[in-house]
């Protein structure tokens, strides 16, 4: 029988999670739907091999970065939510770290925008945007830093309202600079650029705000923190690589017109895996802050609302995939249709996944969480090698589902054996679990 003080933690647990409900579930249908209008636009004007070469100009800074971070953003959420270290050290300290990392990841930058392997079509092209992109590494590690702050004080808000800038940026500066200069593929990745920027410096100006005075460097800091950041760093790495691997791969294999269908394909399963945000997003730093046994009630749920979501969006989209891929995207991007199909059942994996991990990294076992990624990204990988000559894109979306369900059944043993719940009780929807989704939504 549970003690009112453990009543009393639950209840309040899905209270802190419901205040920001309303605010997540209203930002999730804005960025669903700005995140549709924006890969529509863009990929109607630049087409199948524009939305390739789109989609490496922006993977190769996006892999720096997380090959770069070193874990330390995942410090930030641990020390911070466990109240250890005061803001404005965090602060200093990841700003003087983006700069020279950063700069390092320019170096590898350089190397890699000149390396033709990893691109069988449109290497002139796409090393023609190297030299901006490359300068810009340093700014996206500081962004990529003080999103994982503004997360770790549950600034929920500005999150929200940074998420949609996100999609609404792109889509601004891309008209614009087509309308002008009437080149596709140079206004998409310009406008990328640009919206990445804007970005940083609106998450800078917040997070000067909190702080209120100036910011401190501290070495035992950096020590602290990347110690128990390299420990997370290695999975996050890895989870990554897991669901962007496949990218170089069919740029590899296929060239960029195959890596083009292939993006739409998974840029519309990833909207599906979006559709909890609203629980996501507030349930992690809330889990973070836990003790480990007052999470035996409260992650089950979560996990069980997520499922129920996606479920229905992962059915909705199968029925009427290539209808919406026709309307949406034109007839040209309706090979995109099969592999979605190879992709829906891989996001209900994907999308129970962070809540699985955060429990692991809550534990303090983040080592254990790189060896779950590890293990599935060289499932993808070998499964990409043996597939993608058989199957194309379609085998690099069936690849990337038998990935994601290998680490999350991982990860679920793992939990189920560390909170003494069991599979039915985590995974098995429930009339209140429905319910329960409209009234969380609502309050």
Same mark, same amino acid.
């Given at each position: 029988?549970k003690?009112?003080?453990e009543?009393?933690?639950k209840n309040?647990?899905f209270d802190?999670?419901?205040?920001?409900? %309303?605010?997540? *579930?209203?930002?999730?249908?804005?960025? $669903?739907?700005?995140? #549709?209008?924006?890969? +529509?636009i863009?990929?109607?004007?630049i087409?199948?091999?524009?939305?390739g070469?789109?989609?490496?100009v922006?993977?190769?800074?996006?892999?720096?970065i997380?090959l770069?971070?070193l874990?330390l953003?995942q410090?930030?959420?641990?020390y911070l939510?466990?109240?250890?270290y005061?803001?404005?050290?965090v602060?200093?300290?990841n700003?003087?770290?983006?700069?020279?990392v950063?700069?390092?990841?320019?170096?590898i930058?350089?190397i890699?925008?000149?390396?033709?392997?990893?691109?069988?079509?449109?290497?002139n092209?796409i090393?023609?945007?190297?030299?901006i992109?490359i300068?810009?590494?340093?700014?996206?590690?500081?962004s990529h830093?003080?999103?994982?702050?503004?997360?770790?004080i549950?600034?929920?808000?500005?999150?929200?309202?940074?998420?949609?800038?996100?999609?609404?940026?792109? %889509?601004?500066? *891309?008209?614009?600079?087509y309308?002008? $200069?009437h080149?596709? #593929?140079?206004a998409? +990745?310009y406008?990328?650029?640009?919206?990445?920027?804007?970005?940083?410096?609106?998450?800078?100006v917040?997070?000067?705000?909190?702080?209120?005075?100036?910011?401190?460097?501290s070495?035992?800091?950096?020590?602290?923190?990347?110690?128990?950041?390299?420990?997370?760093y290695?999975?996050?790495?890895?989870?990554?690589?897991l669901l962007r691997?496949?990218?170089?791969?069919?740029?590899?294999?296929?060239g960029?017109?195959?890596?083009?269908?292939y993006?739409?394909?998974?840029?519309i399963?990833?909207?599906?895996?979006s559709?909890?945000?609203?629980i996501?997003?507030?349930?992690?730093?809330?889990?973070?802050?836990?003790k480990n046994?007052?999470?035996?009630?409260?992650?089950?749920t979560v996990?069980r609302c997520?499922?129920?979501?996606?479920v229905?969006?992962?059915i909705?989209?199968?029925?009427?995939?290539?209808?919406?891929?026709?309307?949406?995207?034109g007839?040209?991007?309706?090979?995109?249709y099969?592999?979605?199909?190879?992709?829906?059942?891989?996001?209900?994996?994907?999308?129970i996944?962070?809540?699985l991990?955060?429990?692991i990294?809550?534990?303090?076992?983040?080592?254990?969480?790189?060896i779950?990624?590890?293990?599935?990204?060289?499932?993808n990988?070998?499964?990409?090698?043996?597939?993608l000559?058989?199957?194309?894109?379609?085998?690099?979306?069936?690849?990337?589902s038998?990935?994601?369900?290998?680490?999350?059944?991982?990860?679920?043993?793992?939990?189920?054996?560390s909170?003494?719940n069991?599979?039915?009780?985590?995974?098995?929807?429930?009339?209140?679990?429905?319910?329960?989704?409209?009234?969380?939504?609502i309050?």
């Open positions: 029988m003690s009112k003080h009543n009393g933690q309040g647990d802190e999670l419901a205040r920001f409900g %309303i605010s997540v *579930f209203l930002t999730t249908i804005a960025r $669903f739907v700005l995140r #549709i209008a924006k890969n +529509v863009i990929s109607r004007v087409g199948p091999s524009g939305r070469i789109l989609g490496l922006t993977l190769v800074p996006d892999t720096l997380n770069g971070h874990g953003g410090a930030d959420l641990f939510g466990k109240r250890k005061p803001l404005e050290k602060v200093g300290t700003m003087v770290m983006a700069f020279l950063g700069i390092a990841l320019a170096g930058g350089f890699v925008f000149n390396t033709p392997y990893f691109y069988k079509q449109d290497f092209l090393n023609s945007f190297s030299v992109i300068a810009l590494i340093p700014v996206l590690l500081f830093y003080m999103e994982f702050i503004l997360f770790a549950k600034d929920i808000h500005f999150i929200n309202i940074s998420d949609i800038l996100r999609s609404l940026l792109p %889509i601004i500066f *891309f008209v614009v600079i309308l002008v $200069f080149e596709g #593929i140079k998409a +990745v406008s990328w650029i640009l919206s990445s920027a804007i970005i940083c410096m609106l998450f800078s917040r997070l000067f705000r909190y702080v209120g005075r100036r910011p401190k460097f070495l035992p800091y950096v020590k602290r923190g990347t110690l128990f950041g390299l420990k997370a290695l999975g996050d790495l890895l989870n990554f690589l691997i496949d990218y170089f791969f069919v740029s590899a294999f296929l960029t017109r195959e890596l083009g269908y993006i739409i394909s998974v840029s399963a990833e909207l599906i895996q559709m909890p945000d609203a996501v997003i507030p349930a992690i730093p809330i889990i973070l802050g836990r046994e007052d999470s035996q009630g409260f992650t089950p996990i997520i499922v129920a979501i996606v229905v969006g992962c909705l989209v199968g029925v009427f995939g290539k209808i919406i891929i026709s309307v949406l995207f007839h040209k991007f309706l090979p995109a099969l592999p979605l199909l190879f992709l829906l059942p891989g996001m209900i994996a994907r999308s996944y962070p809540i991990k955060t429990e990294i809550g534990e303090n076992r983040p080592i254990v969480v790189s779950l990624s590890g293990t599935a990204l060289v499932c990988i070998l499964l990409n090698y043996y597939l000559p058989k199957m194309g894109v379609t085998g690099a979306a069936l690849s990337s038998i990935a994601y369900w290998l680490a999350t059944i991982l990860a679920l043993r793992i939990y189920i054996k909170s003494a069991s599979v039915r009780e985590v995974m098995l929807v429930r009339k209140k679990d429905i319910t329960g989704i409209y009234r969380y939504l309050s």
